[in-house]
C-alpha cells in the first residue's frame, strides 16, 4: 500500500481517494434541505393524520438531531473498527433510509426514517473527517478541505433545484435524490482502505521531523468545537430567518430566499475553492480574521435589505466568510489530534456544528419576536467583528518579531 507521501505529483483532486471522500462529503448537505420544496404538499397528502402540521416541520430538522447524538458514538466507532467499515455502513444506511420517504405508509414512519438518516450522516461525517487526516498532510489536506467545501455548496444548490422540479411533480418525489448515493457505493467500496496506524504516525514524524510528543487536546478540541457550534449557530439565521426577514420587507419569500441562498451558496463555494492558496499566504489566524469579518459585513447589510441588491450583497459576503471558516475549524482540530483518536475528534465537530444548526430557531426565534430582526442582525455583525479583531491580534502577535536578545 502506498504511504501517505506518495501520490503528490498530481493535484489533489485527482486522485481517486479523494474523490471518494468528495463524494461523501456532498451527501451531508444532501441530508437535511433536499426535502424542503416538498414540505407543502407533504404536509396536505398528512393532512387527516395528528400532529401532521408539526411533524412535516420536523423532517428537515430531524436528521441533524440524529447526528448530534449518533456523532460521538460513531467517532468512538470509527476509532475503534476502522475508518472503511463505519464509512461503509454510513453510505449502505444513507442508501436504505434516505429514500425512504417514496414509500413509507404514514408520517411516522417518514419522521424516524429521518432520524436513521441522520445516523448514516453522523458515521459518513466522522469516518471521512478520519480519513482526511490519515490521507493528506499540508497544503494538500487544505486542498481537500476547501474542496468539500465547495462541493457541499454547488452540491447543495443542485439537489435543491432537482427536488424543486421534482416536487412540482408529486411530494414525495425528492425522496428519491438521496438514492443517487447508491452510485457512490461501489467506486468508495474499492478506493478506500484504512490507512495503518504505524503509518500514520511515522508520516506524522515525518511532517514536524521528530516523533510526535503527546500533547494536551481535549480541552482545545472542545473550545474549538464550541466556537464553531457558535458560527452555525449564527450563520444558520440565513436559512430559517431569511424567508420571513423577506415578508417583512414586502418581497415575494419563496423567489427572495431561493435567490438569497442561490448568491449565499455561489459565493461560499467559489471561496472555498480559494481556501488553500488563502491559507498558504495569510494562515489560520488569518484565515478566520478575513473569514469573520466577511461574515460582520454581510450581516451589517442585512438590515439595508431594502434595497434588494444590498440584501443579496450580505448574502454573499456571509457565504464566502463562512465558506472561508469552516474548513479551519476542522485543519486546527485534525493537527490538534492524535492519530488515534480522530475518529472522536471527528464525532466532536460534527455533533457540534449540527447542534448550532438545531439550535439556531430556538434562539433566535425569541430574539427577535423581543428585538426585531435589525437588532438580531446587527448583533450577529458585532459578534463576527469582536472575533475578527482577535484573530487579527493573535495573527499579528505570531508575526512579531522576537526582540534580539543581549
Same mark, same amino acid.
Given at each position: 500500500?502506498?504511504?501517505?507521501?506518495?501520490?503528490?505529483?498530481?493535484?489533489?483532486?485527482?486522485?481517486?481517494?479523494?474523490?471518494?471522500?468528495?463524494?461523501?462529503?456532498?451527501?451531508?448537505?444532501?441530508?437535511?434541505?433536499?426535502?424542503?420544496?416538498?414540505?407543502?404538499?407533504?404536509?396536505?397528502?398528512?393532512?387527516?393524520?395528528?400532529?401532521?402540521?408539526?411533524?412535516?416541520?420536523?423532517?428537515?430538522?430531524?436528521?441533524?438531531?440524529?447526528?448530534?447524538?449518533?456523532?460521538?458514538?460513531?467517532?468512538?466507532?470509527?476509532?475503534?473498527?476502522?475508518?472503511?467499515?463505519?464509512?461503509?455502513?454510513?453510505?449502505?444506511?444513507?442508501?436504505?433510509?434516505?429514500?425512504?420517504?417514496?414509500?413509507?405508509?404514514?408520517?411516522?414512519?417518514?419522521?424516524?426514517?429521518?432520524?436513521?438518516?441522520?445516523?448514516?450522516?453522523?458515521?459518513?461525517?466522522?469516518?471521512?473527517?478520519?480519513?482526511?487526516?490519515?490521507?493528506?498532510?499540508?497544503?494538500?489536506?487544505?486542498?481537500?478541505?476547501?474542496?468539500?467545501?465547495?462541493? %457541499?455548496?454547488?452540491?447543495?444548490? !443542485?439537489?435543491?433545484?432537482?427536488? $424543486? =422540479?421534482? /416536487?412540482?411533480?408529486?411530494?414525495? *418525489? &425528492?425522496?428519491?435524490?438521496?438514492?443517487?448515493?447508491?452510485?457512490?457505493?461501489?467506486?468508495?467500496?474499492?478506493?478506500?482502505?484504512?490507512?495503518?496506524?504505524?503509518?500514520?504516525?511515522?508520516?506524522?514524524?515525518?511532517?514536524?521531523?521528530?516523533?510526535?510528543?503527546?500533547?494536551?487536546?481535549?480541552?482545545?478540541?472542545?473550545?474549538?468545537?464550541?466556537?464553531?457550534?457558535?458560527?452555525?449557530?449564527?450563520?444558520?439565521?440565513?436559512?430559517?430567518?431569511?424567508?420571513?426577514?423577506?415578508?417583512?420587507?414586502?418581497?415575494?419569500?419563496?423567489?427572495?430566499?431561493?435567490?438569497?441562498?442561490?448568491?449565499?451558496?455561489?459565493?461560499?463555494?467559489?471561496?472555498?475553492?480559494?481556501?488553500?492558496?488563502?491559507?498558504? %499566504?495569510?494562515?489560520?489566524?488569518? !484565515?478566520?480574521?478575513?473569514?469573520? $469579518? =466577511?461574515? /460582520?459585513?454581510?450581516?451589517?447589510? *442585512? &438590515?439595508?435589505?431594502?434595497?434588494?441588491?444590498?440584501?443579496?450583497?450580505?448574502?454573499?459576503?456571509?457565504?464566502?466568510?463562512?465558506?472561508?471558516?469552516?474548513?479551519?475549524?476542522?485543519?486546527?482540530?485534525?493537527?490538534?489530534?492524535?492519530?488515534?483518536?480522530?475518529?472522536?475528534?471527528?464525532?466532536?465537530?460534527?455533533?457540534?456544528m449540527f447542534l448550532g444548526q438545531f439550535a439556531s430557531p430556538f434562539a433566535s426565534i425569541p430574539a427577535i419576536a423581543a428585538f426585531g430582526y435589525d437588532p438580531v442582525f446587527y448583533a450577529a455583525a458585532g459578534g463576527f467583528a469582536v472575533l475578527a479583531g482577535l484573530a487579527a491580534v493573535a495573527g499579528a502577535a505570531t508575526l512579531r518579531p522576537l526582540p534580539d536578545q543581549a
Amino acid at each position: 500500500m502506498k504511504t501517505l507521501s506518495e501520490n503528490t505529483r498530481h493535484p489533489v483532486w485527482r486522485e481517486p481517494r479523494a474523490i471518494a471522500l468528495l463524494l461523501a462529503a456532498s451527501l451531508v448537505i444532501m441530508a437535511n434541505a433536499t426535502i424542503s420544496p416538498a414540505l407543502p404538499g407533504l404536509e396536505a397528502e398528512f393532512a387527516g393524520s395528528p400532529n401532521a402540521q408539526v411533524l412535516t416541520r420536523l423532517l428537515v430538522p430531524a436528521p441533524s438531531l440524529a447526528v448530534v447524538l449518533a456523532a460521538p458514538f460513531a467517532g468512538v466507532a470509527t476509532d475503534r473498527f476502522g475508518r472503511r467499515p463505519l464509512l461503509l455502513a454510513g453510505l449502505m444506511l444513507f442508501v436504505l433510509t434516505g429514500p425512504a420517504g417514496l414509500f413509507l405508509p404514514d408520517l411516522e414512519w417518514i419522521f424516524a426514517s429521518r432520524l436513521a438518516l441522520g445516523v448514516a450522516v453522523a458515521m459518513i461525517m466522522t469516518s471521512q473527517t478520519a480519513l482526511v487526516g490519515d490521507y493528506f498532510t499540508g497544503q494538500r489536506r487544505s486542498a481537500l478541505m476547501g474542496l468539500q467545501v465547495s462541493a %457541499r455548496n454547488f452540491g447543495g444548490m !443542485g439537489f435543491i433545484l432537482l427536488a $424543486g =422540479l421534482l /416536487a412540482s411533480i408529486a411530494p414525495r *418525489l &425528492p425522496f428519491a435524490i438521496y438514492g443517487l448515493a447508491i452510485l457512490y457505493l461501489p467506486f468508495v467500496w474499492h478506493t478506500v482502505r484504512d490507512v495503518p496506524r504505524q503509518e500514520g504516525a511515522t508520516d506524522a514524524a515525518r511532517q514536524t521531523g521528530s516523533d510526535p510528543a503527546p500533547r494536551p487536546w481535549l480541552w482545545p478540541i472542545l473550545g474549538l468545537a464550541g466556537l464553531q457550534m457558535l458560527t452555525a449557530m449564527v450563520f444558520f439565521l440565513n436559512p430559517t430567518q431569511i424567508p420571513f426577514f423577506a415578508v417583512a420587507l414586502g418581497y415575494d419569500s419563496a423567489a427572495t430566499t431561493g435567490a438569497y441562498l442561490g448568491v449565499l451558496m455561489c459565493a461560499g463555494g467559489l471561496t472555498a475553492l480559494l481556501y488553500s492558496r488563502i491559507k498558504q %499566504r495569510i494562515g489560520d489566524l488569518g !484565515g478566520y480574521a478575513a473569514g469573520f $469579518g =466577511l461574515m /460582520a459585513l454581510g450581516f451589517a447589510l *442585512l &438590515p439595508e435589505g431594502g434595497q434588494f441588491w444590498l440584501l443579496l450583497a450580505g448574502g454573499s459576503l456571509i457565504g464566502a466568510g463562512y465558506a472561508m471558516v469552516t474548513p479551519i475549524f476542522i485543519a486546527i482540530a485534525l493537527q490538534l489530534a492524535p492519530v488515534q483518536r480522530r475518529g472522536i475528534v471527528g464525532g466532536i465537530m460534527t455533533s457540534t456544528m449540527f447542534l448550532g444548526q438545531f439550535a439556531s430557531p430556538f434562539a433566535s426565534i425569541p430574539a427577535i419576536a423581543a428585538f426585531g430582526y435589525d437588532p438580531v442582525f446587527y448583533a450577529a455583525a458585532g459578534g463576527f467583528a469582536v472575533l475578527a479583531g482577535l484573530a487579527a491580534v493573535a495573527g499579528a502577535a505570531t508575526l512579531r518579531p522576537l526582540p534580539d536578545q543581549a
